[in-house]
């Protein structure tokens, strides 16, 4: 891994746990694979569990081979990949136990010269330890960097919290705070949508565009971590990182260049211009769920409530719907509709553009209203854009009927021959390579937070409690006049 004159080493800490296992190192083998890592880097993983190198690299082998198709594994990738492999034991709430990880640097010249890249795998209560134990070992220094996973606190002040302490140790443009959703490619096209495209940047504003819609819709549910979960709550979880990071990119000005102070600093006004909920308007422009039990692929699932560990009594939200207005010249009137959702009818991402209809319909005799143009940009499960717009049916008659067909692009379709890479491949190598801007900057998590926090507390000074939907639906009835109120419908309801 090289970035400019300088060679990095990896080090990941929380090696041995489910993000690693199902992400960093099946991402690691694939840029071993396409030959993006330097020959000279070393993967060091980062654990309290006694390993052996050769214990560690078995483990390696073996998430890999889970999470990888066995269509794509190579034995000479793995070879090399393996090579790189060298495991340090450390509890990472004692301080000394960090020389061991500098002993890995300074027992030759060659190491010394090594800057370091560390990806704290591991819950935030630990941020504040691993990098303070970085800083005893000397390798908190720049050009080395530090990777923060989410969750970055659970409300301001938490956040505020974190984001100083990291910064005893380092300094912001070290520091890269990831939302996998910003390495989808999808996302990142959206980029190119905008800006590469006049047909859609002439559109992109109040003048054209009705109403935006982002569905973050998942059908499984808490897996195990209801503790976690309901300590967060669909709202946390999802909408303060997501959508919103989402929301920012769709509605940001164009940024000056590609750099990641010109992309932040637009997706920070966004933020920052996102109208205040307050309880004097939350029931009418925010709603909350819980699902019941039913049935999710003909499989009968749980109630929330229901789920192993879970409390009897509980008014955490698994389904959350919010009207959200953004004050600015581009966007004033347009609502933006975000929903996500735990138990849903479909795993999906998307996001809608719906235009204005035409201002005249000439078609109005033999086709009636005109359905207006749609843009969808589909983010999971099968990446792509669709345009919907109006067509002359073929054939011949004394009538033109017109339909609403759609123009798909579907990304594993159009590029056959390329592997549509995860999120965490993109993001590692952009780490590797310096690029800070499809990662968050302090100030956009915390003006987040801000948002998020004023939902929560307008919820509970209302004393509002989360609607019950059944698993397997697209949320609860509230969710459907939320959007009806206003005489408009959700994608699915089209």
Known sequence: MTSGDHIYDLVLFGVLGDLSRRKLLPALYQLEKAELLDEQTRIIGVARDSYSNEQFALEVKQSISQFVPSSQFNDEVWQRLSARLVYCEIDLTDKAGYQALAGLFKSNTEHSKRAVISYLATPPALFSNVCEGLASAGLNHSPSRVVLEKPLGHNFDSSVAINEEVAR??????????????????VLNLMALRFANPIFYSQWSRKYIDHIQITAAEQVGVEGRWSYYDDAGQLRDMVQNHLLQVL???????????????????????????????????????????????????????????????????????????????????????????????????????????????????????????????????????????????????????????????????????????????????????????????????????????????????????????????????????????????????????
């Open 169 to 186: 140790y380092f300094n912001e443009d070290q520091i890269y705070r990831i939302d996998h959703y910003l390495g989808k490619e999808t």
């Open 248 to 494: 920012s990119l769709v509605a940001m000005e164009p940024p000056t260049q590609l750099d990641a102070n010109s992309v932040r600093a637009e997706k920070l006004k966004v933020l920052r211009s996102l109208r205040t909920i307050t309880p004097e308007n939350i029931q009418d422009d925010v709603v909350r769920g819980q699902y019941t039990g039913g049935f999710v692929n003909d499989q009968k699932v749980p109630a929330y409530l229901d789920e192993e560990g879970a409390r009897e009594a509980s008014d955490t939200e698994t389904f959350v719907a919010i009207k959200a207005h953004i004050d600015n010249w581009r966007w004033a009137g347009v609502p933006f509709y975000l929903r996500t959702g735990k138990r849903m009818a479909q795993k999906r991402t998307e996001i809608v553009i719906c235009f204005k209809p035409q201002p005249h319909n000439i078609f109005a005799q033999t086709t009636g209203l005109l359905a207006p143009n749609r843009l969808i940009i589909r983010l999971q499960p099968d990446e792509g854009i669709e345009i919907e717009m109006m067509n002359k049916i073929p054939g011949l008659g004394k009538n033109m009927e017109l339909k609403s067909t759609a123009l798909d692009l579907s990304f594993g379709e159009t590029f056959k021959n390329k592997r549509i890479a995860d999120a965490y491949e993109r993001l590692l190598l952009e780490t590797i390579q310096g690029q800070q801007y499809l990662f968050v900057a302090r100030e956009e998590v915390e003006y987040a937070w801000r948002w998020i926090d004023g939902i929560r507390v307008a919820w509970k000074k209302v004393g509002d409690k989360p609607k019950a939907y059944k698993a397997g639906s697209w949320g609860p009835v509230a969710s459907v006049s939320l959007m009806a109120q206003d005489g408009r419908e959700w994608e699915d309801d089209v």
